[in-house]
């Protein structure tokens, strides 16, 4: 009897599962795109940014870096906050106050392609 009911739960299970992962997918599509140049190209460093904000980011700064559990960065903010770049970079590396450091998770060209994703297009 208990094998019955794992059996017919393993279904559900999956759709769940599914749905996550699609909702996941969906949501990536309001991360703002990053701009093309005026001769058709992008920059494929903001490029990998833009895809290490979405796996890392965006569940807490929001799909468009409007806030949320964590920090507003977008409208310029970060600029604001850090006109200075590698200041960004350190809080990036090390953390700071509920936002964990992700210098053991991102590599540093992952970790200066996402600042300037922030500071350059949100």
């Known amino acids: 009897m208990l094998r019955c009911r794992r059996l ?7 759709i769940v599962i599914a749905s996550i992962g699609v909702a996941g997918a969906c949501a ?3 991360v703002p795109e990053v701009p093309v140049a005026a001769d058709g190209s992008v920059d494929p460093e903001l490029v990998d940014g833009r895809r290490v904000y979405i796996d890392r980011c965006a ?5 468009a870096g409007g806030g949320g559990r964590g920090t507003k960065l977008s409208e310029g903010l970060m600029i ?3 006109p200075d770049i590698d200041a960004q970079i350190r809080i990036v590396v090390e953390g700071v ?4 450091g992700f210098d053991e998770v991102l590599d540093a060209g992952q970790v200066r392609s996402v600042v300037r994703y922030t500071r ?3």
């Open 8 to 14: 017919t739960r393993l279904p559900l299970l999956m």
């Open 28 to 30: 990536a599509d309001d």
């Open 59 to 63: 569940n807490c700064h929001g799909n």
């Open 80 to 82: 604001q906050r850090y």
């Open 97 to 100: 106050r509920a936002m964990p």
């Open 120 to 122: 350059e297009v949100l």
